[in-house]
């Protein structure tokens, strides 16, 4: 190869200096640049190419030759080097042209790493070439990403336990804190992080904190110390504090690493039950989380001192591999806890929780929830290391044992239920003893022993939802919430967000987090009456969230899993719906598990005196107590109640207040609809007035009672009168109707 000098300037200026100069001396400054540039080469201990500016290559070192096994001068670089039908994309030859120097990173084909520099090189006619040196660093690239991933493994054990854990920069302001120290403030990790104390906690508490603090970054020692706290609860709680100080070469405190265990329900034991002082220790030192580490390729497992204490055991007791731990699971947990992790390694996705039981050293057995989650992958994406925890859950598997018998005696008084309702005049508060209404009956009791969907249908006001109340009521969910939801009066631009709710910031005005109803039912029942309004869009995302897959806030990526509830209501024929397509087939068939139709008011009329009497004496008093004649009584008896119980209570409610009874005359039943006028409307009436008067009195009752009797569905009144809605609209308005 020729030597070529270099110049670190741009071909204008080179052209410049080559005119401003003797050619002798410019010569000789190239010879000697040209010398220098072969010194690098033969110092270099990478590969080293020559290129001109039209890609053929001038120049390769030894050490490159060696590499592709041949000399590839004077053809193209990118065809014979890097095996390219184009110029590489990382050959920047009009930065080059500029006179810069490049310098970057590239990944090959092969997964391998290079550092690349070109720079050009200029010639005495004006021309130049590329010289380019190149570093394998693929060594580097790995080391960087095996401690990326080390680092990933350290949050993670670090977020998987209960230890709150948490590092000081100086004796005021955090640096990172752990998931655990996070919740325990309820403030989330971003929001702590840098920030100092007096941010975050009380003015005191801060105080009493930095002072502590002070102490370690001063006597640079290891400190433990007990420090009160108000959590995000507001809660005081007790924490017992290691800090331990991070020394750097100088012996000066880098920073300080900090553990808290909450030990305010441990010290309120030791007052009562005067524990032991290792007991007391233990309370203070141990995690409330065993961790395990599994790698699969040795079968070596390593446990930490935790779950040797969770089963009565001293570390040394017990090896540490994989073969211990199968040994103490009970036989009749044994295969489907293996079955479940080998089934997880094999699926590669995701993590697992299994629940099993674990033998003690006392020969009892305690119920244990591991979970796990793969660390560590081989090239071909094979698990070779997991990690996780194991957590105590023998207290909550007792409190199901006792829910499992709270059931049975659920049943039992189910049983008892319904031998008392037999002949009763009510079930509850809902109020009837027709057959039709003891058949509601039965299937009530039915329903309160499942923890099946309920679908209620019946007209406008025969009392779905005190049904659904009452199933609620009866059913082992009656301790918590029963929420309502009016599926036709949300917005169809607020369902989602009143459904699911929304996160802080998710739209304009969202200044907060808001629950939504499944959030509020969560634990409990939600009764979505007029069921069939719903949009088929929103039909979706709750069948997605009943049965299992969750939903997400408005605003959030976070996926909540409800355990809820559905109990539906409706009027309308949804069979009906599913064949107009306004209800989805597959949410229809997964609320429609249990039907209970509840009976119109003319369809058990006998029931409408004792309904009287009830709301008669639920409007009265002591001192008034109201009757109504036996004619009266009977005429309503004749009538066929279109608004149902609801109609009959505002009748009542009218009487009670009014001394007067409005309700449609039974004897105009065979006219014809449009033609029906209120009683009330024609005694009142009877009055010396002008026909306009007369008419707008008459066309003001008619179009208010009509309003009542049809649960205010203006389209509905519209249809009956033979105007459009707009024209209802403006009549109400004239005649003062809101």
Same mark, same amino acid.
């Given at each position: 190869?020729?030597?070529k000098?270099t110049?670190?300037?741009?071909?204008q200026?080179?052209n410049?200096?080559?005119k401003?100069y003797?050619?002798?001396?410019a010569e000789?400054?190239l010879?000697?640049?040209?010398?220098?540039?072969?010194?690098?080469?033969?110092?270099?201990d990478?590969?080293?190419?020559?290129?001109?500016?039209?890609y053929?290559?001038?120049?390769?070192n030894?050490?490159?030759?060696?590499?592709?096994?041949?000399?590839?001068?004077?053809?193209i670089? $990118?065809k014979?080097l890097?095996?390219r039908?184009?110029?590489?994309?990382?050959? *920047?030859?009009?930065c080059?042209?500029n006179?810069?120097?490049?310098?970057?990173?590239v990944l090959?084909?092969k997964?391998?790493?290079?550092y690349v520099?070109?720079?050009?090189?200029?010639?005495?006619?004006g021309?130049f070439s590329?010289?380019?040196m190149?570093?394998?660093?693929?060594?580097?690239?790995?080391?960087?990403?095996?401690?990326?991933?080390?680092?990933?493994?350290?949050?993670?054990l670090?977020?998987?336990?209960?230890?709150?854990?948490?590092?000081?920069?100086?004796?005021?302001?955090?640096g990172a804190v752990?998931?655990?120290?996070?919740?325990?403030?309820?403030v989330?990790k971003?929001?702590?992080?840098?920030?100092t104390?007096?941010?975050?906690?009380?003015k005191?508490?801060a105080?009493? !904190?930095i002072?502590? #603090?002070?102490?370690? %970054?001063n006597?640079?020692?290891?400190?433990?110390?007990?420090? =009160?706290?108000v959590?995000?609860r507001?809660?005081k709680?007790?924490?017992?504090?290691?800090?331990?100080?991070?020394l750097d070469d100088k012996?000066?405190?880098?920073?300080?690493?900090?553990?808290?265990?909450?030990?305010t329900?441990?010290?309120?034991?030791?007052e009562?039950?005067?524990q032991s002082?290792?007991r007391l220790? %233990?309370?203070?030192?141990a995690t409330s989380?065993?961790?395990?580490? =599994?790698?699969l390729?040795?079968?070596?497992?390593?446990f930490?001192?935790?779950?040797?204490?969770?089963?009565? $055991?001293?570390?040394?007791?017990?090896?540490?591999n994989?073969e211990t731990?199968i040994?103490l699971?009970?036989p009749?947990d044994k295969?489907?806890?293996i079955?479940?992790?080998?089934?997880?390694?094999?699926?590669? &996705?995701?993590s !697992?929780?299994?629940?099993?039981?674990?033998?003690?050293?006392?020969r009892?057995?305690?119920?244990?929830?591991?979970?796990g989650?793969?660390v560590?992958?081989?090239?071909?994406?094979?698990p070779?290391r997991?990690?996780?925890?194991?957590?105590?859950?023998?207290e909550r598997?007792?409190?199901?044992?006792?829910?499992?018998?709270?059931?049975?005696? *659920?049943?039992e008084?189910?049983?008892?239920?319904?031998?008392?309702?037999k002949?009763?005049n009510q079930f509850?508060? &809902?109020i009837?003893k027709?057959?039709?209404?003891?058949e509601?009956?039965e299937?009530?009791?039915?329903?309160?022993?499942s923890?099946?969907?309920?679908?209620?249908?019946?007209?406008?006001?025969?009392g779905?939802?005190?049904?659904a109340?009452t199933?609620?009521d009866l059913?082992?969910?009656?301790s918590?919430n !029963?929420?309502?939801v #009016?599926?036709g009066a949300?917005?169809?631009n607020?369902?989602e967000s009143?459904f699911f709710?929304?996160?802080?910031?998710? !739209?304009?005005?969202?200044d907060?987090?808001?629950?939504g109803?499944?959030?509020i039912?969560?634990?409990g029942?939600?009764f979505?009456?007029e069921v069939g309004? *719903?949009d088929?869009?929103i039909?979706?995302k709750l069948?997605r969230?009943?049965?299992g897959?969750? $939903?997400t806030?408005?605003?959030?990526?976070e996926?909540?899993?409800?355990?809820?509830?559905?109990?539906?209501?409706?009027?309308?024929?949804?069979?009906e719906?599913?064949?107009?397509?306004?209800?989805?087939?597959d949410?229809?068939?997964?609320?429609?598990?249990l039907?209970?139709?509840v009976p119109p008011?003319?369809?058990?009329?006998e029931d409408?005196s004792?309904?009287?009497?009830?709301f008669?004496?639920e409007?009265g008093?002591d001192? #008034?107590?109201?009757?109504?004649?036996?004619?009266?009584?009977?005429?309503?008896?004749?009538?066929?109640?279109?608004? #149902?119980?609801?109609?009959?209570?505002n009748a009542?409610?009218r009487?009670?207040?009014?001394?007067?009874?409005?309700f449609?005359d039974?004897?105009q039943s065979?006219?014809?609809?449009?033609?029906i006028?209120?009683?009330?409307?024609i005694?009142?009436n009877?009055?010396d007035?002008?026909?306009?008067a007369?008419?707008?009195?008459v066309?003001?009752?008619?179009i208010?009672?009509?309003?009542?009797?049809?649960?205010?569905?203006k389209?509905k009144?519209?249809s009956?009168?033979?105007i459009?809605?707009?024209?209802?609209?403006?009549?109400?308005?004239?005649?003062?109707i809101?």
């Amino acid at each position: 190869m020729t030597q070529k000098p270099t110049y670190e300037k741009s071909e204008q200026q080179c052209n410049k200096s080559i005119k401003e100069y003797p050619k002798k001396d410019a010569e000789a400054t190239l010879r000697n640049k040209g010398l220098q540039l072969d010194a690098i080469v033969k110092a270099f201990d990478g590969l080293i190419y020559l290129c001109s500016q039209d890609y053929s290559i001038e120049y390769m070192n030894k050490k490159y030759i060696k590499r592709i096994g041949y000399d590839a001068t004077g053809q193209i670089c $990118y065809k014979a080097l890097h095996n390219r039908d184009s110029i590489c994309p990382w050959c *920047l030859i009009n930065c080059i042209l500029n006179g810069e120097t490049v310098r970057c990173e590239v990944l090959t084909p092969k997964d391998n790493w290079y550092y690349v520099v070109s720079t050009p090189i200029y010639h005495p006619d004006g021309s130049f070439s590329k010289l380019a040196m190149i570093i394998d660093i693929s060594g580097r690239k790995q080391a960087e990403q095996s401690i990326e991933q080390k680092v990933e493994e350290q949050k993670l054990l670090l977020d998987n336990i209960q230890t709150q854990i948490w590092y000081l920069t100086d004796a005021k302001t955090y640096g990172a804190v752990n998931r655990a120290h996070a919740e325990f403030l309820n403030v989330r990790k971003k929001d702590i992080e840098h920030k100092t104390l007096n941010d975050i906690l009380g003015k005191e508490e801060a105080e009493a !904190f930095i002072a502590h #603090n002070m102490e370690v %970054f001063n006597q640079k020692i290891k400190v433990q110390t007990e420090e =009160w706290v108000v959590n995000g609860r507001g809660e005081k709680r007790l924490l017992s504090i290691v800090k331990t100080p991070k020394l750097d070469d100088k012996g000066n405190v880098e920073y300080v690493v900090c553990s808290g265990e909450d030990i305010t329900d441990y010290r309120k034991a030791e007052e009562s039950l005067r524990q032991s002082k290792k007991r007391l220790d %233990f309370a203070m030192e141990a995690t409330s989380d065993a961790l395990w580490d =599994w790698d699969l390729i040795s079968n070596k497992t390593y446990f930490n001192p935790c779950f040797y204490t969770m089963i009565g $055991y001293e570390p040394y007791e017990l090896p540490q591999n994989f073969e211990t731990w199968i040994t103490l699971i009970h036989p009749e947990d044994k295969e489907n806890t293996i079955n479940k992790i080998q089934e997880y390694v094999q699926k590669k &996705i995701g993590s !697992f929780k299994v629940e099993y039981r674990l033998k003690t050293k006392k020969r009892g057995w305690r119920w244990i929830m591991a979970r796990g989650k793969v660390v560590e992958r081989d090239k071909s994406g094979t698990p070779v290391r997991m990690v996780g925890t194991h957590v105590d859950i023998t207290e909550r598997k007792l409190n199901e044992e006792a829910l499992r018998i709270s059931e049975a005696n *659920l049943r039992e008084e189910n049983i008892r239920l319904r031998a008392s309702f037999k002949g009763s005049n009510q079930f509850g508060n &809902i109020i009837g003893k027709s057959n039709a209404m003891h058949e509601v009956y039965e299937i009530i009791l039915k329903a309160a022993l499942s923890n099946a969907n309920v679908i209620i249908y019946g007209e406008s006001g025969t009392g779905k939802e005190l049904v659904a109340q009452t199933i609620h009521d009866l059913s082992n969910r009656g301790s918590r919430n !029963f929420v309502t939801v #009016n599926c036709g009066a949300i917005p169809d631009n607020l369902i989602e967000s009143e459904f699911f709710g929304y996160k802080k910031g998710a !739209f304009t005005g969202a200044d907060f987090d808001k629950p939504g109803f499944l959030d509020i039912a969560d634990g409990g029942t939600l009764f979505m009456d007029e069921v069939g309004e *719903l949009d088929p869009n929103i039909q979706v995302k709750l069948l997605r969230a009943i049965e299992g897959g969750g $939903y997400t806030p408005v605003g959030s990526r976070e996926i909540k899993k409800p355990d809820i509830r559905i109990i539906a209501a409706t009027n309308r024929d949804l069979k009906e719906c599913v064949e107009k397509g306004t209800i989805r087939e597959d949410f229809f068939y997964r609320i429609h598990i249990l039907p209970v139709h509840v009976p119109p008011l003319r369809e058990r009329k006998e029931d409408i005196s004792l309904l009287v009497y009830h709301f008669l004496q639920e409007h009265g008093d002591d001192e #008034n107590i109201h009757s109504i004649p036996e004619n009266i009584i009977k005429s309503m008896q004749a009538y066929d109640w279109p608004g #149902n119980v609801r109609e009959l209570q505002n009748a009542l409610h009218r009487y009670i207040t009014l001394k007067e009874m409005e309700f449609m005359d039974t004897s105009q039943s065979k006219l014809d609809e449009s033609e029906i006028i209120p009683e009330s409307i024609i005694i009142q009436n009877n009055q010396d007035l002008k026909l306009h008067a007369v008419m707008e009195s008459v066309e003001k009752k008619y179009i208010k009672t009509l309003l009542e009797e049809q649960q205010w569905h203006k389209t509905k009144v519209a249809s009956i009168l033979g105007i459009n809605r707009k024209t209802l609209f403006r009549k109400m308005k004239s005649h003062g109707i809101s």
